[in-house]
């Protein structure tokens, strides 16, 4: 069974950094593509960034493209989300996602494992 834990969340302000870590146990890491996903008060969960097995191709929404880097370390079993110049509207809960088999995907119902997500809180 795979356990993925979040941390770095917390509280920033507009214009601010934040980096998020996704830590794994068991599974093989290296064999998952993995995903970052948010879910802001009353909406629903958003796809923010995925990564492919290597780490050589990496996709992400519109949205935080140019602002946003997610990275992994296959050797530390991680995943990264480096975020930049946050804005209030990205206020969420951010989780990381694992998905065995397949190339990345925006949809969530997709992927197999989830961590129990990080709080991020950005104030104006």
């Known amino acids: 069974q795979v356990q993925l834990v979040e941390s770095g969340g917390g509280l920033v302000q507009a214009g601010g950094s934040l980096r998020l870590s996704c830590a794994a146990s068991?599974?093989?890491?290296?064999?998952?593509?993995m995903a970052w996903f948010r879910r802001a008060p009353g909406k629903e969960r958003e796809f923010v960034a995925a990564i492919s097995r290597s780490g050589i191709s990496t996709y992400y929404a519109d949205s935080v493209k140019g602002r946003f880097t997610i990275s992994r370390d296959n050797a530390k079993r991680t995943v990264y989300l480096q975020m930049n110049s946050l804005k209030p509207e990205e206020t969420a809960v951010y989780c990381c996602?694992?998905?065995?088999?397949?190339?990345?995907?925006?949809?969530?119902?997709?992927?197999?494992?989830w961590g129990q997500g990080t709080q991020v809180t950005v104030s104006s």
């Open positions: 068991g599974g093989t890491f290296s064999t998952y593509t």
């Open positions: 996602a694992a998905r065995r088999r397949g190339e990345y995907v925006t949809d969530d119902v997709l992927y197999d494992y």
